[in-house]
């Protein structure tokens, strides 16, 4: 099965993956900025991506601790989703999913 990133530049990436992968391990292996801080314990939200809205409803809904933690994510938009919190399962063969504009962004150059 295959994943798509794409960069904040607008660069996709194509990765090979496999059911039971998790999305956010699978994007650092592919050298995406996804920092993933606190290692998918849901307490930091660098791990966030936006997924391709025609993909965003085929995924398992989000818990509420996940949806908290989005509030707080640099934007944040109505398909993001923390990607240490989704497992990949045959059915999302072909997921395409953004990435955010870096936080670092935020420092105000
Ligand atoms: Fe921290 Fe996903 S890795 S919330």
Redesign the pocket.
Known sequence: MKVTFETATGETVEVEAAPGDNL?KLGQGAGMPL??????????????VIVAKDWFARLPEASEEEED?LDLAYGVTATSR????IDLTEELDGLAVRIPAEARDMRGI
Do not use: I, K, P, V
């Open positions: 956010l920092e993933g801080t606190c290692e998918g314990q849901m307490a930091c939200s660098t791990c966030h933690m923390l990607s240490c919190q």
